[in-house]
């Protein structure tokens, strides 16, 4: 069959799919039996399926599509691209013209203590980047001891061995005696599952403080850095109290240790800001990037690295052994200047502070009254919505973690919308250029997905 295949029928499809595609974090063995969803055509925040249903796009694709989908501009620009110049590499004290200027851009985009770029393919590659990257910048400085790396329990940083090392999720350690040696993690800032005893505000001092009591029990002298990300994504869009990151900062400020804040999904305008750790007054050593630099257009990540940083690897002459085949790639780097300038010139960060997100905020937060859900949270164009079977007793969670949020993400699907659980939250990340009609669609939905599950929780005994 060819690549384009809309001729053929579903059915073929998924059966082919079936017998021959594993698919990312999937129970392969269930998803061949129902079968997958063919996606044909995406346009603005729409996709469109096999059977020509048109459904929302309440995810970005998986976070990552900030200027909606179908962008012609960015197409046309990687096409010129790969007629010029479709690939060189950047080893053999070379550069070309795309990778040039979308550094330039970055570090312009970047705090001001920012301004080298080093490029990978994913988010991923950008942390196993991090991971050497701050080990040898301590090497280089003369203090070798300093090899820890502080991730936090339930974070996400990816998929390779460094990723899934430095991010926290357990189910992911299982598999492949993970974490690597060297890493240790810290509580999350997550008030609604795990801080609720204390007040907001009381329990964001207390996580953060889990960090000062890692530094002192590991020793400062054996501590190269903390990774996270501004606001937790796949862990299911925890946002932290406002004392958490205020404490996180006195607390690195008195410690002689890098910070790493992971931008892969809060950057680029997701919190109304470029990146997030502006929007929440942090000011990282190293920023892994990747998602929203080309809208997932073409596959690109990076890791923006501060001044500090830069200088202290290039110490002692030996260069930094570590690069990609396809580290600053010119169709990737086209990709990333077409997207970037779209958000520029359509003002989309700015939109989502002041505009777009405020407006879905308020409605989104309405959602909360709701008697299926608990807490309703969203930040910039990020939100969720916790499920709960007892609104008297919210904390409390399902008997079957992920089952309700599976039920309620199909729920979703039905009415044409793309919501993705987290455990039994329900988690949001639309394109930056979702329209105000669109935004009451993803209410309307939203709402209609609620009431549809809690018919369905209701009937099955599934309540609290
Ligand atoms: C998605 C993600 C990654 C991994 O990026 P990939 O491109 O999937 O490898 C890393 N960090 C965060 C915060 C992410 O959300």
């Known amino acids: 069959m060819t690549?384009?295949?809309?001729?053929?029928?579903?059915?073929?499809?998924?059966?082919?799919?079936?017998?021959?595609?594993?698919?990312?974090?999937?129970?392969?063995?269930?998803?061949?039996?129902?079968?997958s969803r063919v996606i044909t055509s995406a346009d603005g925040v729409w996709l469109t399926?096999?059977?020509?249903?048109?459904?929302?796009?309440?995810?970005?694709?998986?976070?990552?599509?900030?200027?909606?989908?179908?962008?012609?501009?960015?197409?046309?620009?990687?096409?010129?691209?790969?007629?010029?110049?479709?690939?060189?590499?950047?080893?053999?004290?070379?550069?070309?013209?795309?990778?040039?200027?979308?550094?330039?851009?970055?570090?312009?985009?970047?705090?001001?203590?920012?301004?080298?770029?080093?490029?990978?393919?994913?988010?991923?590659?950008?942390?196993?980047?991090?991971?050497r990257m701050v080990r040898t910048y301590w090497d280089k400085v003369g203090k070798p001891e300093k090899k820890i790396i502080i991730g936090r329990w339930n974070g996400y940083h990816g998929s390779t061995l460094a990723g899934t090392s430095l991010g926290g999720m357990k189910a992911m350690h299982s598999q492949g005696d993970?974490?690597?040696?060297?890493?240790?993690?810290?509580?999350?800032?997550?008030?609604?599952?795990?801080?609720?005893?204390?007040?907001?505000?009381?329990?964001?001092?207390?996580?953060?403080?889990?960090?000062?009591e890692a530094i002192d029990e590991l020793g400062e002298d054996k501590i190269a850095a903390f990774i996270a990300e501004p606001i937790q994504g796949a862990g299911g869009v925890i946002v932290p109290p406002e004392t958490y990151w205020p404490e996180i900062r006195r607390i690195l400020k008195e410690r002689d240790i890098l910070?790493?804040?992971?931008?892969?999904?809060?950057?680029?305008?997701?919190?109304?800001?470029?990146?997030?750790?502006?929007?929440y007054g942090m000011e990282p050593d190293l920023m892994p990037i990747a998602k929203g630099l080309t809208s997932g257009y073409l596959p690109m990540g990076g890791v923006i690295v501060s001044d500090r940083v830069a200088?202290?690897?290039?110490?002692?002459?030996?260069?930094?052994?570590?690069?990609?085949?396809?580290?600053?790639?010119?169709?990737?780097?086209?990709?990333?200047?077409?997207?970037?300038?779209i958000m520029e010139r359509e003002g989309l960060v700015d939109r989502v502070k002041n505009d777009i997100g405020p407006y879905l905020k308020e409605r989104w937060l309405k959602l909360g009254e709701h008697p299926l859900v608990g807490?309703?949270?969203?930040?910039?164009?990020?939100?969720?919505?916790?499920?709960?079977?007892?609104?008297k007793n919210p904390h409390k969670p399902f008997a079957d973690v992920g089952t309700v949020g599976t039920i309620c993400r199909d729920n979703s699907f039905k009415h044409g919308m793309v919501m993705r659980a987290v455990r039994d939250s329900m988690i949001?990340?639309?394109?930056?250029?979702?329209?105000?009609?669109?935004?009451?669609?993803?209410?309307?939905?939203a709402e209609k997905t609620l009431d549809d599950t809690y018919q369905d929780l209701k009937r099955d005994g599934l309540l609290g």
């Open 178 to 212: 993970l974490p690597v040696q060297g890493v240790h993690h810290i509580d999350q800032p997550y008030w609604f599952g795990e801080g609720h005893e204390m007040s907001p505000e009381e329990f964001g001092i207390v996580a953060a403080r889990k960090l000062e």
């Open 428 to 445: 949001i990340s639309p394109p930056l250029v979702l329209s105000h009609e669109e935004a009451d669609f993803l209410v309307t939905t």
């Open 311 to 341: 200088e202290g690897l290039m110490l002692s002459g030996d260069e930094f052994y570590h690069g990609y085949t396809y580290s600053g790639h010119p169709a990737c780097a086209a990709a990333a200047l077409a997207n970037l300038e």
């Open 375 to 391: 807490e309703a949270r969203m930040e910039g164009l990020v939100g969720a919505l916790e499920l709960v079977g007892d609104k």
């Open 3 to 35: 690549a384009h295949s809309n001729i053929y029928p579903t059915k073929a499809l998924q059966a082919l799919d079936a017998a021959h595609h594993w698919h990312p974090f999937s129970d392969m063995k269930s998803l061949n039996e129902e079968g």
């Open 49 to 131: 399926d096999s059977e020509g249903n048109r459904i929302m796009d309440g995810m970005a694709g998986l976070w990552c599509v900030q200027v909606g989908h179908g962008r012609d501009e960015i197409a046309d620009a990687v096409y010129k691209q790969m007629k010029e110049l479709s690939y060189y590499n950047t080893f053999f004290k070379t550069t070309h013209p795309p990778v040039v200027a979308l550094s330039e851009k970055l570090a312009k985009l970047a705090p001001a203590h920012m301004n080298k770029v080093f490029y990978c393919s994913s988010g991923s590659e950008a942390n196993d980047t991090v991971f």
């Open 259 to 279: 910070f790493v804040s992971d931008e892969v999904i809060c950057g680029f305008g997701r919190l109304g800001e470029w990146f997030g750790s502006t929007y």
